[in-house]
């Protein structure tokens, strides 16, 4: 079965064709990064504008390098949240277009669970399966007892860690995105120069999903090992806090510069040396890998799950992976960097479980959801 996925939902416009889920016919993104460098971060008016212009291009581009007409499209599957609304518009308008015209099933897709499943093109991850999922507005821990049958155990309580390595970046004077420029300054950094604080999450009830319950039989394949007397309930620890650290960078370079509170965050970096923002970046690497990292491995230690994923922009940072290689006894393999930023193939492979598991929605009735959740 060959999907032809559409993600528009941030500052990349991208389509993809693949077949069963598994093999990419072609993969193409038109990034928006160099337009959006000079502000400092995405204005979402500007990325609307530059969807329009490049959705159709993008997409008569991924038809042809899968060397493939209409007839060889068995379904259409699109980012509908969460996101940027002007941005989704886009590319929920020309899929449900396509749906329309060319009489193909149509299957809206969560971004972030796009995201999960990139790893599904690199090797068949086994459930039940852990994900950490960490981009530019998520910071999620999430066990999958199978196909699209999830739980979130983890999440931020303010800033996402991709947005903190935005706004990190932003105060030592590195471009936008954060993350590359980031892990780029820090490779010559000393990362134990400056010591940040861990933010220390308070305990969070979970409730399971009904299907998850324990039944008297003990028949469900419920994976979670349940400690308190509520066996459909779990005790999270597994929440993050962003936002602290990214204020302890703040007011540790005012400190080193010596300015006050008041003097503005934009002027700051232009009284850093190089070496001192090498070595910012280099210590807010680490500590926001091992951040993720001890979250992960708890849960791993919790839950034991068949095999770990990390998913999102994030992924792509080469600390956190080594990071977690060192933490997990378990092999992780990492999807390559193309497919932890936004792309379509995520799309198009998840659009191809969902159409295992869902019938296909009216394009008529697709509608987008910026807050879409897990
Ligand atoms: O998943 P993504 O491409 O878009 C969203 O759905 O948000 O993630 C973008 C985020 C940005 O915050 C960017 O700074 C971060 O991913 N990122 C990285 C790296 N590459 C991208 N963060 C750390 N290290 C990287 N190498
Ligand atoms: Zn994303």
């Known amino acids: 079965m060959r999907v032809l996925g559409i993600e528009s939902s941030c500052d990349d416009t ?36 530059s969807h329009i ?3 159709n291009p993008v997409i008569e581009q ?18 509908y949240g969460a996101g940027l609304s002007g941005s989704l518009l886009v590319g ?21 669970i796009g995201h999960v499943y990139a790893n599904f093109l690199v090797d068949k991850p086994k459930f039940p399966l852990l994900a950490l999922i960490v981009s530019g507005s998520h910071t999620q821990l999430v066990l999958f007892r ?6 979130v155990i983890g999440k931020t309580m303010d800033d996402a860690v991709g947005e903190a390595y935005d706004k990190v970046a932003r105060i030592i004077g ?23 604080p861990k933010a220390q999450m308070p305990k969070r009830e979970i409730e399971l999903p009904k299907s998850w319950y324990k039944t008297p039989d003990n028949t469900s394949q419920n994976i979670l090992v349940s400690n308190g007397e509520d066996e459909n309930r779990v005790n999270g620890v597994y929440d993050f806090s962003f936002s602290g650290l990214k204020t302890a960078v703040l007011r540790c370079v005012q400190k080193e510069i010596g300015k006050d509170f008041d003097y503005p965050s934009y002027k700051l970096a232009e009284h850093l040396s190089e070496r001192q923002v090498a070595d910012f970046a280099a210590s807010f690497n680490k500590i926001a890998a091992e951040t993720l990292v001890e979250k992960t491995l708890k849960a791993y230690n919790e839950f034991s799950p068949k095999s770990v994923v990390i998913a999102g ?8 992976r080594l990071q977690l ?45 910026p807050v879409l959740r897990m």
């Open 146 to 151: 199978d196909h699209l049958d999830y739980l």
């Open 14 to 49: 991208c389509a993809a064709v693949v077949e069963d889920g598994s093999i990419i016919l072609s993969n193409v993104v038109s990034s928006q990064i160099d337009i959006h460098k000079k502000y400092g971060g995405i204005v979402p008016e500007v990325a609307a504008r």
């Open 62 to 79: 991924a038809m042809i390098e899968a060397n493939l007409d209409w007839d060889g499209i068995d379904a259409i599957a699109v980012t």
């Open 174 to 196: 590195l471009t936008y995105p954060g993350g590359p420029s980031i892990e780029k300054a820090g490779q010559s950094g000393d990362a134990n120069r400056y010591k940040f």
């Open 92 to 112: 929920t308008l020309a899929a449900r277009t396509l749906a329309i015209t060319k009489h193909k099933p149509l299957f809206p897709a969560n971004h972030v």
């Open 313 to 320: 922009g994030v992924a792509a940072n080469q600390e956190l």
């Open 53 to 55: 212009e490049a959705i």
């Open 325 to 369: 290689k060192q933490a997990l006894p378990i092999e992780i393999k990492y999807a390559p960097i193309n497919l932890c930023t936004d792309n379509a193939a995520m799309i198009a492979t998840l659009g191809f479980y969902l159409s295992k598991l869902q019938d296909p929605t009216n394009p008529h009735e697709v509608k987008i959801n």
